[in-house]
């Protein structure tokens, strides 16, 4: 396989070690792609020709396939950016596996915004990264909404860069929002930060207290992509029909207790809500810092100094839609706390409470 200056690091290895490599990144993200993604995966990577994928046997055992798969991209010499490529692919259709976080950017009030050239922002992105770590490569892999998907495989001053341990970042062109995968190695995020910042010529950047596994979801949320005001929805079917499940075919003889209750809740639940799908996310997490107040003098507890804290997460597959349908359950009352439905507006889940 060839070596590429700009997409290999630029540590001392020799072709042989490079070729050895390269082939077992392959291999190794060839065999984590599902057989029956395989064909999907490979055709929007676009490296491989139709007419070399028809020469492939895809119903063969998977270990079988994965070497045939690396000797055709070793005879049409795939790099290690090529092999890179392939993995944002894998990346982007299993999305949720990663965690997410989100960074916002900012300017200096009344500064210019200049016209954005995505290529631009990639040469400088790279620059800034490779001239402050001797190893490390970066990928990079445009997506729809004039989106970037970004690969990065951190290396030290004496490590090869770890092809199996990258972070991916997912920036929008000419807008204040980039997500992040998680990453172990958190002494290199203010140096993506920076590159970030600089690259997209932003002036600040700063982590927001919002993070999910569904990318689509954060991207809804921080872009308001998703509308919660109850008086866009037109229709004019009369809310004792649509609300609570009440079909108008429904038995006569069965008797709602309480209806205008119901109703209520239902309304105050879509004014909160809205009608349409709510993004997912996972939990949300809240840490208390409180003095201990008592109109009794003297104990214990009045004496502290330090505020009492304390910890509470909400988890739940889809979070919000679970919320959404407590007070309709009559498991809450409605309306709900504001605490619980600001989360998307406000565009956090995280949230830490303290006295005024």
């Avoid at 630029?10 to 070690?17: F, L, V």
């Avoid at 057989?35 to 079988?64: P, Y």
């Avoid at 009344?110 to 770590?133: N, P, T």
């Avoid at 970037?148 to 341990?165: E, L």
């Amino acid at each position: 396989m060839q070596r590429s200056s700009q997409e290999f690091s630029r540590g001392h290895i020799s072709a042989k070690e490079m070729d050895e490599t390269v082939a077992e990144f392959f291999k190794r993200t060839i065999l984590k792609i599902p057989m029956a993604e395989m064909m999907t995966i490979l055709k929007a990577w676009d490296f491989l020709s139709e007419n070399q994928l028809q020469t492939v046997n895809f119903r063969q055992r998977k270990e079988s396939l994965v070497q045939d798969l690396v000797l055709l991209c070793e005879k049409k010499r795939a790099s290690l950016n090529d092999a890179a490529i392939l993995d944002i692919v894998y990346t982007q259709f299993h999305r949720h596996q990663k965690v997410w976080d989100v960074f916002r950017m900012s300017r200096e009030p009344g500064e210019d915004i200049d016209l954005f050239d995505m290529e631009q922002f990639k040469r400088s992105f790279k620059k800034i990264l490779q001239r402050a770590l001797k190893n490390v490569t970066i990928s990079f892999r445009d997506a729809e909404e004039n989106a970037v998907w970004i690969r990065i495989a951190w290396g030290s001053q004496y490590r090869k860069p770890n092809q199996y341990r990258p972070v991916y970042v997912v920036y929008y062109s000419q807008t204040p929002y980039a997500f992040t995968s998680s990453s172990q190695l958190r002494s290199n995020i203010p140096l993506l930060g920076q590159a970030l910042t600089i690259a997209s010529k932003h002036h600040q950047i700063m982590k927001m207290d919002l993070r999910s596994r569904y990318l689509d979801s954060l991207k809804a949320i921080v872009f308001k992509q998703y509308n919660q005001t109850f008086e866009t929805h037109n229709s004019t079917t009369p809310l004792h029909e649509r609300s609570l499940g009440l079909d108008i075919n429904m038995d006569s003889r069965i008797i709602h207790e309480n209806r205008i209750e119901k109703e209520r809740v239902q309304r105050v639940t879509q004014e909160t809500f809205g009608y349409y799908p709510q993004p997912r996310l996972e939990f949300a997490q809240y840490k208390l810092e409180t003095k201990f107040k008592s109109d009794l003098n003297g104990g214990i507890l009045a004496e502290r100094e330090e505020p009492l804290r304390c910890l509470i997460k909400f988890s739940s597959p889809h979070l919000l839609e679970a919320l959404k349908a407590l007070a309709p359950a009559g498991i809450a009352d409605a309306p709900l706390s504001p605490l619980l439905t600001c989360i998307p507006n406000k565009g956090m889940n995280y949230f830490k409470i303290r006295d005024k």
